[in-house]
């Protein structure tokens, strides 16, 4: 079954400077990958998604992520980050081609300090 | 505002009482999923609808009871709940099950007393 594995908890980070969030995910043949962001008191909204073709996937709010099948990561990355970008980051997985439900990370919690 | 409504957003319920949540999705989508979100915990998947029928419940104790009566409306009836089933409880919804894309509302918080 799949899995989705998010390194870090939480990652805190001075307002403008560069971020990586890490996802790895268990091996498939192909796979679809998402990252949604959860702000406080809200639901999930999708951020990016992987389907297939170009293995660089940019989103919505300057955040892009890039696909490498060698190493079964998705990880997101934004080049200047703001205040507004606080909030819970989650990676997910679907089977390509299959029925199969989204997995779910447990999230990383992203503080973005003045 | 992703398309996908919940009601209410907050909920307070004592461990005798019966409610219910409402999930509205104004997609056209056919699927749609009731998912438990706790903290430090993944989400977790709770029950999966396609055009109207259930195709999934993930061993979910059958003090949730969930309510499809078509494709837009989903509903998961609560009773005699305990307090470690405080979370908050998103709905989604997507083309139809398999499909790559999920949408989803902004949740219920659920607290039990």
């Known amino acids: 079954a799949q899995s989705v594995t998010q390194l870090d908890s939480q990652v805190p980070v001075f307002e403008e400077a560069p971020v990586e969030l890490r996802c790895n995910y268990s091996?498939?043949?192909?796979?679809?990958l998402f990252w949604y962001v959860q702000y406080p008191n809200q639901g999930l909204q999708l951020l990016l998604k992987?389907?297939?073709?170009?293995?660089l996937v940019k989103g919505i709010n300057g955040f892009e992520a890039e696909f490498n099948k060698s190493q079964t990561s998705f990880h997101l990355r934004k080049p200047s980050v703001h205040i507004s970008d606080t909030a819970e980051y989650f990676c997910?997985?679907?089977?390509?081609?299959?029925?199969?439900?989204?997995?779910f990370g447990k999230g990383t919690k992203l503080s973005v300090k003045p | 505002e992703t398309g996908v409504t919940q009601t209410p957003r907050h909920l307070v319920m004592g461990m005798t009482n019966k409610k219910s949540l409402k999930c509205e999705q104004h997609?056209?989508?056919?699927?749609m999923y009731w998912y438990k979100q706790s903290a430090k915990k993944p989400l977790e998947l709770m029950f999966v609808?396609?055009?109207?029928?259930?195709?999934e419940n993930n061993s979910v104790p059958s003090r949730f009871s969930p309510e499809c009566p078509n494709s837009s409306h989903l509903f998961l009836h609560l009773h005699t709940l305990q307090p470690e089933d405080s979370a908050l409880y998103l709905c989604?919804?997507?083309?139809?099950?398999?499909?790559?894309?999920?949408?989803f509302g902004q949740g219920t918080r659920l607290t039990v007393v």
């Open positions: 091996s498939s043949v192909s796979v679809y």
């Open positions: 997609l056209g989508h056919n699927a």
């Open positions: 997910a997985v679907r089977d390509g081609g299959s029925q199969g439900n989204l997995i």
């Open positions: 992987y389907l297939s073709g170009s293995t």
């Open positions: 609808y396609n055009f109207k029928e259930q195709t």
């Open positions: 989604a919804s997507s083309q139809e099950t398999g499909w790559p894309e999920a949408f």
